[in-house]
Nanobody, 123 residues
């Protein structure tokens, strides 16, 4: 129901844009988030956006470099990643939060997850 794409191999300082397409139009009425998981590490929060796109939350590690946005007509959420660093290397997952009233940075609050897309940043 969530299809993430746009990952790849990029040099440090480069950019990538991830997309997460939702198959259900109703997902456009819920908050969406991006998380990532590096090898040997726990899944960590990256960014979240409210259904309207007005409220946004970022992890400190990506604030100022990443931008989350959404297009509810296309049922798609984006993650524009600039000034990428080797430590950004991870599998990136998108997810939808069906129940929270406020944006959440806790993975347990999210109900459906995409399959993940690999981002590799070389030094």
């Amino acid at each position: 129901q969530l299809q993430a794409s746009g990952g790849g191999l990029v040099q440090a300082g480069g950019s990538l844009r991830l997309s997460c397409a939702a198959s259900r139009r109703t997902f456009s009425t819920y908050a969406m988030g991006w998380f990532r998981q590096a090898p040997g590490k726990e899944r960590e929060f990256v960014a979240a956006v409210s259904w309207s796109g007005i409220s946004i939350l970022y992890a400190d590690s990506v604030r100022g470099r990443f931008t989350i946005s959404r297009d509810n007509v296309k049922n798609t959420v984006y993650l524009q990643m600039n000034s990428l660093k080797p430590e950004d290397t991870a599998v990136y997952y998108c997810a939808v939060d069906l129940g929270s009233r406020q944006l959440s940075d806790h993975s347990a609050e999210y109900d459906f997850w995409g399959q993940g897309t690999q981002v590799t940043v070389s030094s």
